[in-house]
C-alpha cells in the first residue's frame, strides 16, 4: 500500500498549490501534494517577475500570514524595484524580478523541508465523492488515495488548449499536458464551469539583442523585498531594457490578423483586459503609433530573455518578422514563439468564503480555476485554501480576512460575492481602504492572526513584536520632543520649506510634504545616531514610523469609515435564508442572494445588483 489516508490532498504544484501544501502540513496536517511534474513546482508560465501594483501588497501579506512566497521571491531575487514610490504609500508596491529556475527550485526545496509533507507525481482523473462529501481523487498511475479535504489548484491545465496561428493542440501549459476528466465530473455533479483564455509573449535569445538601442532599468538601490524577515538580498542585480513597437511592427502584425485564433473566433474563451496581447492592444488602441515592451532576464545568468508586453498568439513567422522590426532586435533569435492558451474555470460564486465549495463539503478551489490570473492571486488563495482546510478538519471557524484587513480578504471576497466574467487580477482601485492595506504594515495587520492560527512561527512574531516596540518608540519620541529654530531652520531651508520662529513638535515639522525621517535623523542634533541607516530593520522602523506621523489623519479617518461599515459584517445571514419570501427584494435581489448565498449583510452589500433598499428590507426583517 503506497498511500495513508491524509488530512488534506492538493492537486496541483503551481504557485496556488504549493502555498495550501506548505499552509496545511505546517499547520500539522498530513497532507500529500499530488501533481503532474515535479520538476515544474511553482513553475513561472509567463513572466518572471512576483509582485507590482496592489500584487506585491498581497506578497507582503502572505508572507506576514507565514507564507511563503515572499521568502522564495527574496532568496531567488535579481532585481527589486519598488513601484509608484513618487505616490503617496498607499500605493507603494513591491516587485521582485525573479531568477525563474532558482524561484521553481526554492520552492521544491521549502517544500522538502516541511514536515508532514508527502508527494506523488501523477494525474489526477477524477475525485472520490460519497454523496456531497470529498473522499479523496483517483489518479491515473496512484488509483484511489483517500483524504479528509482535496484543494483541486489546476491552474491552466483543464481542457488546456494552447493556440498558434491557425495550429492548435491540447496542453496545459506549452510543453505540459492538459488535465482531463476533472471539469466533467464536476459539471455531472452540478458544478457551473466557463472558459478563459491567456497568452504569453515569446522568449528570445539574449545573445541576439543590440541592448545598445534600449533604455536600461535598473533596479532600486534601497532593496526591501517582500519578507518581514529580512532575508539576505544578492550583492547585484540584473537590468530590464525598454524597447518600443512603431507602425511598421503593427503592420506587420496585422497581416497575420486573418490567422489569428482571437479574431477569427477560435479562441472563445475571455482574455484579461489587463494583460492583452500586442494584437489586442493594436486592435483597440488604432491611434496609438507605438506601445512601450520590457525586455526582462529569465534568470540570473540564463540569455533567455521575456519580452513584456508582446504577448501574442499570431502565426510564429508574423511574431517573428515583427519582433526583427523593433529597434534593437533587428538580428534577434527566439527559443520559442508567443501563444495563447484557453482552459475551464469555476465560476467562483460557488464557494464559500472559506474557499470550500457549495457542493462538495470538504473539497476546496484556489488559484486560477476560480478565474483569477496571476501568482499572487493564486498564492493567497492557496494560502486561504490551506489555512482552512486544516479549520475544517478541527472542526473550527474558518479564517475569513475582511476587506479593511487585507487585499487577500477583497479578493476573496470580490470573487465569492461578485464572481468574474473576464480573468480577475487585483488592482489598488478594487480596495476601498488603501491606506489601511499598506505594504509597509501587512505585519500588523495579520502576523498576530497567522500566528494565532498556527502558522507563522514565534520568530516571526517576536521580529513583527521587536519591530513596533522599536516603531512605537520613536513615534512618541516624534510627538513628544520639541525642537527649537537652531537645530533645524538649516534643514529647512535647504529643502525649501520655511524655518520655524519658535520650538515645535518634531511630529509637527514631518507632516510637511519636504520633510522626511530620514533627513531628521541624518541632521537633528536630539535623533543624530540614534539609528543605524545602514541596516534594513532600522530602515523599517523608520519608514513605518514616518509613514504613522505623515498619514494619521487619513489613516484615522479610513479607520472609522471601515469600522462603521463593518458592524453589517457582524449582521450573519444563514446559507439557508429564503429571500422568495420577502415581497419588498426586488426580483433581481432575490435571485441574487439565493445564488451568491452571501453569509453576512456587509457580503450582501456588494453583490452587483444589491440596491441600499434591499439591504433595508433584509436589516428590518432581522429586527436590525
Ligand atoms: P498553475 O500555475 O497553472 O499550476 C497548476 C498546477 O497544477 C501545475 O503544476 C499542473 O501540473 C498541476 N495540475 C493541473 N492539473 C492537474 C491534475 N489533474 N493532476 C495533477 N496535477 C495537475 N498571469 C498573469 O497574471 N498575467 C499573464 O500575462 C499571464 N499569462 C499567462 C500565459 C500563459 C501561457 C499561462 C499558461 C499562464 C499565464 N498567466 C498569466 C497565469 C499564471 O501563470 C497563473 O495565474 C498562475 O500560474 C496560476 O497559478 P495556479 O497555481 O492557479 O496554477
Redo the contacts with the bound molecule.
Keep these: 500500500m503506497i498511500f495513508d489516508k491524509y488530512d488534506v490532498i492538493v ?7 504549493c502555498e495550501a501544501a506548505a499552509a496545511a502540513a505546517n499547520m500539522g496536517n498530513r497532507t500529500l501534494l ?4 515535479m520538476n ?2 511553482a ?5 518572471p517577475a512576483v509582485g507590482g501594483i496592489a500584487k506585491g501588497q498581497i506578497v507582503r501579506e502572505i508572507d506576514a500570514l507565514g507564507g511563503q512566497m515572499g521568502i522564495v521571491a527574496d532568496k531567488t531575487m535579481i532585481q527589486f524595484r519598488m513601484l509608484n514610490k513618487s505616490k503617496g504609500p498607499a500605493v507603494w508596491s513591491p516587485r521582485v524580478q525573479s531568477d525563474k529556475f532558482e524561484f521553481a527550485a526554492e520552492w521544491r526545496n521549502v517544500l522538502e523541508k516541511t514536515r508532514n509533507l508527502e508527494f506523488w507525481q ?4 477524477s475525485l472520490i465523492v460519497d454523496g456531497d462529501i470529498i473522499k479523496g481523487v483517483h489518479c491515473q498511475m496512484g488509483g484511489e488515495i483517500y483524504s479528509k479535504t482535496v484543494i483541486l ?6 481542457n488546456g488548449k494552447i493556440f498558434i496561428g491557425e495550429k492548435s493542440f491540447s496542453g ?3 510543453s ?1 499536458s492538459a ?1 482531463y476528466g ?1 471539469t466533467e465530473q464536476l459539471v455531472s455533479l452540478g458544478f457551473e464551469a466557463d472558459r478563459m483564455k ?3 509573449p515569446m522568449r528570445i535569445d539574449g545573445r541576439s539583442i543590440d541592448f545598445s538601442r534600449l533604455s536600461e532599468q535598473k533596479g532600486d538601490d534601497d532593496v526591501t523585498g517582500f519578507s518581514y524577515l529580512e532575508i539576505e538580498k544578492p550583492k547585484q542585480q540584473r537590468s530590464c531594457h525598454i524597447a518600443y513597437t512603431s507602425p511598421e511592427v503593427h503592420n506587420i502584425l496585422r497581416r497575420g490578423f486573418e490567422k489569428s485564433p482571437l479574431f477569427t473566433g477560435r479562441i472563445k474563451g475571455i482574455g ?1 483586459r489587463y ?1 492583452p496581447s500586442i494584437e489586442d492592444k493594436i486592435e483597440r488602441f488604432a491611434d496609438k503609433d507605438f506601445h512601450q515592451l520590457f525586455v526582462e532576464p529569465e534568470g540570473r545568468t540564463t540569455v533567455e530573455y521575456y519580452l513584456n508586453g508582446f ?1 501574442s498568439s499570431l502565426p510564429e513567422d508574423i511574431q517573428y518578422e515583427a519582433l526583427r522590426h523593433i529597434e534593437g532586435f533587428e538580428n534577434a533569435k527566439i527559443f520559442r514563439p508567443g ?3 484557453e482552459y475551464d474555470f469555476f465560476p467562483p460564486n460557488q464557494l464559500y468564503h472559506s474557499l470550500e465549495t457549495h457542493q462538495i463539503h470538504g473539497l476546496f478551489f ?4 476560480n478565474g ?4 499572487e ?2 498564492a493567497a488563495q ?1 494560502l486561504m485554501a490551506g489555512i482552512n482546510a486544516h479549520r475544517l478538519i478541527h472542526d473550527l471557524e474558518p479564517i475569513v480576512l475582511r476587506r479593511d484587513e487585507a487585499y487577500i480578504g477583497v479578493l476573496i471576497d470580490d470573487l465569492i460575492t461578485k464572481s468574474v466574467d473576464e480573468p480577475y ?1 487585483m488592482f489598488t482601485s478594487r480596495a476601498e481602504y488603501r491606506i489601511l492595506l499598506r505594504q509597509d504594515n501587512a505585519d500588523a495587520r495579520l502576523t498576530e492572526k497567522g500566528f494565532d492560527i498556527g502558522l507563522a512561527t514565534e520568530d516571526r512574531l517576536n521580529h513583527y513584536r521587536n519591530k513596533y516596540e522599536k516603531v512605537n518608540e520613536l513615534v512618541s519620541y516624534l510627538k513628544s520632543t520639541n525642537v527649537g529654530p537652531d537645530s533645524i531652520n538649516g534643514l529647512l531651508e535647504s529643502k525649501g520649506t520655511p524655518g520655524i520662529a519658535n520650538k515645535m513638535r518634531l511630529s509637527q515639522i514631518l507632516t510637511r510634504p519636504q520633510i522626511n525621517l530620514r533627513d531628521m535623523i541624518e541632521n537633528v542634533d536630539c535623533l543624530k545616531g540614534k539609528y543605524d541607516l545602514n541596516t534594513e530593520s532600522a530602515r523599517n522602523i523608520i519608514e513605518e514610523a514616518e509613514i504613522i506621523v505623515k498619514y494619521e489623519g487619513y489613516i484615522d479617518k479610513e479607520r472609522e469609515v471601515a469600522d462603521k461599515l463593518n458592524r453589517l459584517e457582524n449582521v450573519r445571514l444563514s446559507p439557508d435564508f429564503d429571500y422568495y419570501a420577502l415581497n419588498s427584494l426586488t426580483m433581481e435581489a432575490r435571485e441574487k442572494l439565493t445564488k451568491h448565498k452571501p453569509q453576512t449583510l456587509g457580503q450582501a452589500s456588494r453583490i452587483s445588483g444589491i440596491s441600499p433598499a434591499d439591504i433595508s428590507v433584509i436589516a428590518i426583517f432581522l429586527g436590525r
Design positions: 492537486v496541483g504544484g503551481g504557485h496556488a498549490g499530488i501533481t503532474m511534474n515544474a513546482m513553475a513561472m508560465s509567463c513572466n501523477d494525474h489526477v482523473d489548484t489546476n491552474g491552466t491545465f483543464l496545459g501549459r506549452i505540459e488535465s476533472i491567456t497568452g504569453t484579461p494583460c504577448s501563444y495563447a492558451i484556489a488559484g486560477q480555476i483569477t490570473t496571476g501568482y492571486e493564486a492557496g487580477r
